[in-house]
């Protein structure tokens, strides 16, 4: 009896081995958040799907709950109902979202509309915080100020509604998200049970009222007050990570655990991704056996994209960059300055101050590089500038090099002049002095 409990909550062993049932589609996906919906639901029909007739239920359940708030004027139904209009309308901003999202990119907004949704989820905080407001001022009002319900019976009979209602989405969103694997819709059928259970709260404060206990009704009006706040605090806290461009550190565990299905990495480097909308966007940078970085780097690279879209279902782009393992020990070294990413249309890749056996040169490891691609780094030093051309180390084009060492200080404003053929890039950067650093 425990164990069946347990599991209708959400506790038990039969909830958990769906919900984890694919490891890698879990990720991330430990809980409900008002406002933002998950990216394994967000990224396929079946899940948009669900949001839609989840909207439907709870939408009918607070209508039907509101009709018998004005027909008793009890503040725990309204506060109950504000609860469950505030569950339903979460899906109005963000189909909204949705549909901008799906606009392609333009010169203005070259990422597209992805941060609408992070708008909509901003937006669906203030609602609910204005509804808790409002819930929580009616029930003080009538603690201080007490009134007599009326229709207590029809008072429980909307709690039991609530209830009914948000146990039909709580079946629907558990059966759909195990249908599509989604750890993340089925925390919402969970949470929704869990919200049914505030609704069947509004029949007891209607049985202290029957019972002769009048202040009841208010008194579970801000238990529900509280638990909107509650919901309050955590989406709020969800969605601005979100718009820092936070995101959750089982992303960036799943990412390193794709670059171990890949033969040829020796290591990740360095990991970085952040959220638009509901589609990843991922930088990584990978170290690899120098003797093969420029025969097989783009075949690895490949194939760790393979690996990320794979095992990151809301993966929505991945840029890889290729360093050699000899390179990759020099990068962090606490000597030299911090390098700098070349992100461009000629070439991506990496600019730094390196130790060489020549001495320290600037180099640059380029994953990608136009045809014929020439490098030249323009220093701006007081009242002259220092031009280091960069040219193909042993023949490598992947590892351009100066043929001489950078002057002192290694800190300073620059350009990295690229071009091919008739192309020509500049790219501005700076480089700052660390302590340590040996002159």
Do not use: C
């Not at 062993?13 to 990720?27: L, M």
């Not at 949704?117 to 901003?122: S, T, V, Y």
């Not at 970085?272 to 509901?278: Q, S, V």
């Amino acid at each position: 009896m425990l164990r069946k409990i347990a599991d209708w909550f959400g506790f038990g062993g039969e909830s958990q081995s769906h919900a984890q049932g694919d490891h890698h589609h879990g990720q991330g996906s430990k809980g409900h958040t008002h406002g933002i919906v998950d990216p394994t639901v967000a990224t396929t029909t079946t899940g948009i799907w669900a949001i839609k007739w989840s909207f439907v239920i709870l939408a009918v359940t607070a209508a039907l709950q509101l009709v018998v708030v004005f027909a008793s004027g009890s503040v725990a139904l309204l506060a109950d109902t504000i609860h469950n209009i505030g569950d339903a309308t979460t899906a109005i901003p963000l189909w909204i979202a949705f549909v901008l999202v799906r606009r392609k990119p333009s010169r203005t907004f070259t990422y597209g509309l992805g941060r609408v949704e992070d708008l909509a989820g901003l937006a669906i905080v203030l609602i609910i915080l204005a509804s808790a407001i409002v819930a929580g001022y009616e029930a003080i009002d009538r603690l201080f100020h007490p009134q007599a319900i009326s229709q207590i019976g029809w008072v429980a009979i909307a709690g039991v509604i609530g209830f009914a209602g948000n146990e039909a989405v709580a079946v629907f969103r558990i059966r759909v998200g195990r249908e599509i694997n989604s750890a993340a819709l089925i925390a919402d059928g969970y949470h929704a049970r869990t919200d049914g259970l505030t609704s069947l709260a509004v029949v007891l404060g209607a049985a202290g009222v029957w019972f002769g206990f009048p202040l009841a009704d208010p008194i579970i009006g801000l238990l529900i007050t509280v638990a909107i706040l509650g919901i309050v605090w955590q989406s709020a806290r969800a969605v601005i990570t979100r718009m820092l461009d936070g995101v959750e550190p089982a992303v960036l565990a799943e990412i390193e655990h794709a670059a171990a299905h890949v033969s040829g990495i020796e290591r990740v480097v360095d990991v970085k991704a952040r959220w638009l909308g509901h589609r990843l966007h991922a930088d990584v940078t990978i170290a690899i056996d120098e003797d093969v970085l420029s025969a097989v780097a783009n075949q690895i690279s490949t194939a760790l994209q393979e690996e990320l879209f794979d095992h990151l279902p809301a993966l929505g782009s991945a840029n890889i960059l290729v360093v050699s393992g000899t390179d990759e020990s020099r990068i962090g070294h606490h000597h030299a300055p911090a390098p700098f990413r070349v992100v461009s249309n000629l070439a991506d890749g990496l600019l730094e101050i390196a130790d060489t056996p020549a001495g320290e040169r600037m180099v640059l490891r380029v994953a990608r590089h136009a045809e014929g691609l020439r490098a030249k780094v323009a220093i701006q030093r007081d009242s002259r500038i220092e031009e280091l051309v960069l040219m193909p180390a042993h023949g490598n084009h992947h590892r351009l090099e100066s043929q001489e060492a950078p002057a002192e200080p290694h800190e300073f404003t620059a350009k990295l002049l690229l071009s091919a053929g008739e192309a020509n890039e500049e790219l501005r950067f700076g480089m700052s002095e660390t302590a340590g650093h040996r002159r």
